[in-house]
């Protein structure tokens, strides 16, 4: 607005001078009225340009009509005589349309020519998203098919030691009672024992996870099993000089679900966040309610203050059998990310050296009449 205003002041200004050199200039020098009158097509040329087709025109006009009685009243304004000058007169007003008419054009085309730059730009943004989505994808489905190819092979092979185990765990019993505890042999046996539990205990997780379970869906309240996991946590975590806290919640936060897998699901999530959490740590449980799009969620949040996961662990954490403990299986977060979305949820990891850790699960919200 203010660069309009100084411009239309400079062509007004330029006209005016131009002007009252040929009126103040006697007639005799009539060479030099040739050049003034020249002078005029300076400012009608750059009217057109800046103000298009509408602005040449007005300034050439302007120029005619302030040129005229100087023709008219100081050279006599005789037709025959002047008719130089008059021709000069029609000249400003085509050159004003003419210019004014191809800067309009220019501008107009350059502003199509950025609208179609700024539509390319949006569509290969666009683009770029999507083959990066697909890229994404096609790398999930290469990882899945590979661990579907290696769960089916370790599932037959779970299978295949858990009954050897048995038999292992049942000769050994029968073994120790020959001694008497305190015996190094009845040890041994024992230890032999709590090896194959651990091993049995392995085996059976995994073969949870790897084959499809018949799930009891109902309605099911987060409250009422985040409660009760938490106090069963309670002892370990006073144990370890931790603070567990569970957020209280406002209502029961129903959803549909089998309780027993979701009380497993946070069980693995609160031992998690209890093994990494060092003494005088606390590990907060929180919850709230979102919405995505139409749907709407649970969000719970599990906080620890441990050590936080960085950024290369985190990429694997959810794969089975990947474990930075010595005595872990590194299942826990395989299955309960299965259940979590068995249930039509979500479950993400967010974490940074030294930064604690968060486990945020979101389960959609029980719809009304959706009471079964
Ligand atoms: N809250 C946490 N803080 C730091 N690291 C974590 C946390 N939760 C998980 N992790 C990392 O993710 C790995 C995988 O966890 P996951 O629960 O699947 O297996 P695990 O705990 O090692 O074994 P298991 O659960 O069978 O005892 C862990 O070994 C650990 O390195
Ligand atoms: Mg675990």
């Not at 030099?32 to 040329?45: A, E, G, K, M, N």
């Not at 539990?197 to 084959?211: G, K, P, S």
């Amino acid at each position: 607005m203010k660069s309009t205003i100084i411009r239309i002041g400079l062509l007004a200004l330029s006209i005016l001078a131009i002007s009252l050199l040929h009126y103040l200039t006697p007639l005799h020098l009539h060479y030099l009225h040739d050049i003034f009158q020249r002078f005029y097509y300076l400012p009608i040329i750059l009217a057109a340009i800046w103000f298009g087709l509408r602005g040449g025109l007005i300034c050439s006009l302007a120029v005619s009509i302030v040129y005229a009685p100087h023709i008219l009243f100081q050279w006599g304004g005789g037709l025959t005589l002047e008719m130089e000058k008059y021709l000069e007169i029609v000249m400003y007003n085509v050159v004003g349309g003419i210019t004014g008419l191809l800067s309009q054009r220019e501008r107009e085309r350059s502003i199509e020519l950025e609208k179609t730059a700024h539509g390319l730009e949006e569509s290969y943004n666009a683009l770029r998203l999507q083959s990066e989505r697909i890229i994404t994808i096609e790398e999930q489905l290469r990882r899945a098919e590979r661990l579907s190819t290696l769960g089916e092979m370790a599932a037959v092979l779970a299978h295949e030691i858990r009954n050897p185990l048995g038999s292992i765990r049942g000769t050994a019993e029968i073994l120790r009672d020959d001694y008497q505890p305190g015996n190094p042999k009845f040890e041994f046996i024992e230890i032999q024992i709590k090896e194959t539990d651990r091993l049995n205990h392995v085996v059976e997780d995994f073969l949870r996870m790897a084959r499809p379970q018949a799930v009891e869906m109902r309605r099911c309240s987060l409250r009422e099993e985040l409660e009760m996991i938490v106090t069963l946590t309670g002892s370990d975590a006073r144990d370890r000089h931790i603070k567990l806290v569970l957020e209280p919640f406002k209502g029961d936060a129903l959803v549909r679900g089998d309780g027993e897998k979701l009380r497993q699901a946070f069980l693995n999530i609160i031992m998690n966040a209890l093994q990494a959490t060092p003494t005088d740590g606390n590990v907060i449980i929180s919850h709230r309610q979102t919405a995505s799009g139409e749907a709407l969620y649970y969000e719970i949040c599990f906080r620890d203050s441990g050590p936080g996961i960085d950024e290369e662990t985190v990429q694997h954490i959810f794969e089975p059998f990947f474990t930075t403990k010595a005595d872990g299986t590194g299942l826990g977060l395989a299955i309960t990310k299965k259940i979590i979305e068995g249930h039509g949820g979500t479950l993400e990891v967010k974490s940074g050296i030294g930064a604690g850790t968060e486990v945020i699960v979101q389960l959609p919200v029980l719809a009304e009449g959706q009471e079964q």
